[in-house]
């Protein structure tokens, strides 16, 4: 499409590969012209812009109304660099926000055959043969026809990709560095047994607060996953370092045809165990607060019994595979929902009541009101995710009604970081702000 087309959209939803499958084409092409493995092909040189970011004049260039002195827009910088340069790269921006015909239209004779950008100044830039304009939006839903005829179309599907693949690709690229090959087969098994089945479930016969789809949700389960695998391996001594790399041997020597295998102690085989049991129940603790955390109170209900069912194989459509075993203590216990339990390893690891790490709170006579945290079992609930994914780089969204905490929660925990490590910047938002407010408020916080 990029030889035939100078512009072209990539289209589909979040997480179909739109932004990997045009960066996957980019750093192939440089390759092939790096080895020079292909003939009159070069690298690749690309631009990213939200055009939905920023203002028509900050987009395209404008006057100032006092001086009346023009001013080049992002797109217009961008564009003129491009077109100039004496680099043999091609030259790519892309557009990774929604079209419509509010900044759009102009774009058309830079589409069509003409290949100009004409700015509101009189100037008019010729687009030369190396570049490519491709713009990455959801839907076509607000595009012209004439935009559309424009342009050379690519629609990525969700489905196409699917879950297992999502899946294969952070088994072979996210897994911790400690976990070693026995256990990321487990894990894999774990993935196959019980991923889809939820996910059925889950989008077929319950109701959601927050319609998610089959990839957003794995990918919650993924991120939450990881953030417990790498507490596990945090939580155990250096020393078992070594064993990994003990059993990392001894694997790699069966699978070279030795026979011999060094034999582990029992303190060793009495941690691989422990490792393994907290694998299998942080992967079940990560499935109920992510694949079944956007539930209402009467699905939870259903897929509570649903997950329990099928955790202890008495369902016979999905059944347990053969080679997959764990011990029963792993299990989520049955007094009470899957959503009251917690995995906590205190000495061998075992579930636990979120009630149970409720603290009791002592308020001072002095402290006002409004000052006050009360602990509660949801509260702690929260806190224990929001430790887990704050600390690990992930981006969270709390989503809830007016009046439900959700600020006083977030800002509570804020205010316990160390103010060495984390600088904390509040924004509020509203359909005035706008992208030089957001920046300048950041900037503000910044030390140049």
């Known amino acids: 499409m990029i030889l035939v087309r100078h512009g072209l959209m990539i289209i589909g939803e979040a997480i179909s590969g739109k932004t990997s499958a ?15 493995l292909l003939p009159n092909e070069y690298g ?31 797109l217009a910088s961008i564009f003129r660099e491009h077109s100039t340069s004496v680099d043999p790269d091609r030259k790519w921006i892309v557009f990774d926000g929604p079209v419509d015909a509010v900044w759009i239209e102009n774009m058309n004779t830079v589409l069509d055959d003409n290949k100009k950008l004409c700015l509101m100044s009189g ?7 190396k570049q490519n304009m491709l713009f990455e939006p959801k839907d076509l839903e607000m595009a012209s026809p004439a935009t559309v005829s424009r342009c050379g179309m690519i629609y990525l599907d969700p489905n196409i990709i699917g879950v297992k693949s999502l899946m294969r690709a952070w088994l072979n690229n996210n897994l911790p560095k400690e976990i070693i090959k026995s256990q990321a087969v487990h894990i894999e098994q774990l993935c196959d047994w019980l991923i889809a089945p939820c996910l059925d479930f889950v989008l077929k016969k319950c109701d959601q607060y927050l319609s998610c789809t089959r990839m957003h949700l794995t990918m919650s389960f993924l991120k939450l996953f990881e953030c417990m695998l790498d507490d596990m391996a945090k939580s155990f001594d250096d020393t078992t370092s070594l064993n990994n790399e003990t059993d990392n041997e001894n694997e790699e020597a069966l699978e070279d045809g030795d026979d011999e295998e060094s034999p582990l102690s029992v303190s060793d085989k009495k941690i691989a165990q422990e490792k393994l049991d907290m694998i299998t129940a942080y992967f079940f603790m990560s499935i109920i607060w992510s694949i079944g955390i956007t539930l209402k109170k009467a699905s939870r209900e259903k897929f509570n019994g649903f997950f329990l069912e099928l955790c202890e194989n008495l369902n016979g459509k999905y059944p ?34 979120w009630a149970s790490l409720t603290e009791s709170v002592t308020i001072p006579p002095t402290v006002k009101p409004n000052e006050v945290m009360i602990t509660t079992t949801e509260t702690t609930r929260q806190m224990f995710f929001l430790n887990k994914l704050m600390h690990a780089n992930k981006m969270i969204l709390f989503v809830g009604p007016t009046g439900t905490g959700k600020t006083s929660m977030i800002n509570s925990y804020l205010h316990q970081l160390s103010k060495e490590s984390f600088l904390l910047n509040s924004l509020n938002f509203s359909a005035r702000t706008t992208a030089s407010q957001t920046q300048d408020i950041i900037l503000s916080k910044m030390t140049r």
């Open 22 to 36: 045009y960066k996957a084409l980019a750093k192939t092409l440089g390759q092939l012209a790096d080895q020079k």
């Open 44 to 74: 690749v040189t690309y631009d990213i812009i939200n055009p939905k970011s920023i203002t028509m004049g900050q987009l395209y260039g404008r006057f100032d109304p006092i001086s009346h002195e023009w001013f080049d827009g992002v």
């Open 123 to 129: 100037e008019i830039i010729k687009m030369s043969s």
């Open 320 to 353: 347990k595979p053969k080679s997959l075993t764990f011990q029963r203590s792993v299990l989520v216990p049955k007094r009470f929902t899957i959503y009251d339990y917690t995995f906590v390893k205190k000495h061998y690891g075992a579930w636990s009541t």
